[in-house]
Each structure stands twice: as structure tokens, then as C-alpha cells.
T-cell receptor, first 114, second 112 residues
Framework: EPEVTQTPSHQVTQMGQEVILRCVPI?????FYWYRQILGQKVEFLVS????????KSEIFDDQFSVERPDGSNFTLKIRSTKLEDSAMYFC????????????FGPGTRLTVT | RKEVEQDPGPFNVPEGATVAFNCTYS??????FFWYRQDCRKEPKLLMS???SGNEDGRFTAQLNRASQYISLLIRDSKLSDSATYLC?????????????FGRGTSLIVHP
């Protein structure tokens, strides 16, 4: 069964450093998403991406964040200058069609900012 | 009022029991509704979409009530493996777009 993959599974970084989280969505999917989940809290939408551009973003997704699809398979989330409060699990998801359709999540990257 | 609300539980039920969860949403223009399950420190896994007509998948039945602005999930004949957190997701309109919005989840513990 096709699945979304994410690397790394755990990333530790120092405050102020840049991090790039990587995702490989399901191959025939067209819509891609990033979410975060701070420990013990709910899953929060960050951004959706379609046709090589951002289609929706939340207020969390400020100038510190950017997304890119650098090639035909990878989808990345970059955090430019990490803060302690960026520590969370980051999930990538993809959907075969638009947001009205089911999304399939990757296993997540646990980001720890020290 | 929160956009998407769920009773956090935990719901503690014996194997074989029937259990139901509700999830309310505040914006009547919301579209597209889903139930996911999440095991501890794992990713959300899609359980089912929710339609006004109701839909069933094995032991699971989901229903949407637009008039009262809630969705429900019914689990029949609970199994130990059903123990998880159940998340509802509602696409809420915001500035011309729709934002997938998760509830905090309802914890289910099925015991022998």
C-alpha cells in the first residue's frame, strides 16, 4: 500500500538554526500538507500546496516557514530560525484530490529545539 | 466557542461494548468532515469520511448532522485494538479558503 514517508524521524537543533524537514508524498497525489502537533496538544494545520504554490496557510505559517517541492517526489518544510516553541511533531500529508478528500499522513518528524 | 470541540474522555469501555463520540463545530459553512484515529506518538490515520446520509464501514458508523452542527462516530463490538484517540476534522472557511481543523480528540480505552 502506498504511503507517505518523512525524514528524519527525529531532528535535534539549536535555537536559531535552520532546519529542513523532508517528505515524500504518495506518488500520484497532487495536494500536499504540513501539520504540527505540540506534545499533548491538537494537530494544527500549517500549509497546503498544490500546483507548485501555496494554496492555503494558517496564521502559524509565518515568514519563518517556507515550503518547496524541489523535484517530482520531495516536499520540504523549512524553518529559517528555529525557536524553542517550534519543538513539535511535524506531519506531512497528501491527498489525491483537493482538501475535500481524505488525507494520508506520514509518520512525522519530531523536532526538538534546544 | 472553539471551532471544533470534542469530549476528551477517556471513554473506558469493556470489549464488545458499543461506544459513541460526538464532535461539534461552530461554523455552519464548514465542509468536508472526517474521523481519524491516532495512537500514542503516531500519525493520524484516516478512519472514514462523514456524509450527511451517514456511512458505515464494518463496526464503524459515522453521521453528520448539519442542523445541529455535529458529527458522530459509533463503534460497535469494541475490540482492544480500538483503544486510541479519535480525532474529528472539519474544513472550516477562512478568508475564502477552507482550513482543515482538528479537534483535540477523544480518548478511548477498551479493556478486557
Amino acid at each position: 500500500e502506498p504511503e507517505v514517508t518523512q525524514t528524519p524521524s527525529h531532528q535535534v537543533t539549536q535555537m536559531g538554526q535552520e532546519v529542513i524537514l523532508r517528505c515524500v508524498p504518495i506518488s500520484n497525489h497532487l495536494y500536499f500538507y504540513w501539520y504540527r502537533q505540540i506534545l499533548g496538544q491538537k494537530v494544527e494545520f500549517l500549509v497546503s500546496f498544490y500546483n507548485n504554490e501555496i494554496s492555503e496557510k494558517s496564521e502559524i505559517f509565518d515568514d519563518q516557514f517556507s515550503v518547496e517541492r524541489p523535484d517530482g517526489s520531495n516536499f520540504t518544510l523549512k524553518i529559517r530560525s528555529t525557536k524553542l516553541e517550534d519543538s513539535a511533531m511535524y506531519f506531512c500529508a497528501s491527498s489525491g484530490r483537493d482538501r475535500s478528500y481524505e488525507q494520508y499522513f506520514g509518520p512525522g518528524t519530531r523536532l526538538t529545539v534546544t | 466557542r472553539k471551532e471544533v470541540e470534542q469530549d476528551p474522555g477517556p471513554f473506558n469501555v469493556p470489549e464488545g461494548a458499543t461506544v459513541a463520540f460526538n464532535c461539534t463545530y461552530s461554523n455552519s459553512a464548514s465542509q468536508s468532515f472526517f474521523w481519524y484515529r491516532q495512537d500514542c506518538r503516531k500519525e493520524p490515520k484516516l478512519l472514514m469520511s462523514v456524509y450527511s446520509s451517514g456511512n458505515e464501514d464494518g463496526r464503524f458508523t459515522a453521521q453528520l448532522n448539519r442542523a445541529s452542527q455535529y458529527i458522530s462516530l459509533l463503534i460497535r463490538d469494541s475490540k482492544l485494538s480500538d483503544s486510541a484517540t479519535y480525532l474529528c476534522v472539519v474544513n472550516i472557511p477562512l478568508g475564502g479558503s477552507y482550513i482543515p481543523t482538528f479537534g483535540r480528540g477523544t480518548s478511548l480505552i477498551v479493556h478486557p
